[in-house]
């Protein structure tokens, strides 16, 4: 008889800052297409994970070199109902057509699962509140100078005009 997955008690992240996310639309580029979320989260929180499924390797979790950690929420759940993107509700509850980017706080709701593949735990995506949005201020102080906002540009690149030779030969350098 093949082992069943273990599944824990679903666990609600509150206030956590995104780092990246896929929630407006699937990404397929490694495999199957998923919603994705990845938040920051306090080593807290992963050492209760840790505990209280007696698994070390948590899929999706990373620590940075400063220490700090990130996990990868992901759930097909909405692709196989037929939805582009993934739902979401407001600090109010009330569904929401906001999309989630990076450094808005959001709580997530997870469902934490042993594998019985290879023992390790998944924490699958089962909902999103967005709590509040970052705020934007349209670009960064790059995009101004480098010219990335239509502006021209007023780094300096380095070079003069006399520094850059030339092209005497039509034939390919190498």
Known sequence: MKDKDKYLNKQMIENVTVVYSHLD???????APKHSVTVAIGEEWVNDLRSTSGVTTINGLKQDDDGNWTIKLSSKKAIKRGLSRFPRVDADKQPSDDTVWSRDTVSVRVQPVV???????SCYLEGVMLIEKAERDG???????????????TAETG??????????DDSIPF
């Open 159 to 168: 070079f003069e005009e006399e520094d850059v030779p030339a092209e005497t």
């Open 115 to 121: 594998l019985s593949l290879n023992g390790s735990l």
């Open 25 to 31: 639309e699937p990404d397929a580029k490694f495999g």
């Open 139 to 153: 670009g960064s102080a790059a995009d101004a100078e480098w010219g990335f906002d239509g502006s021209a540009p």
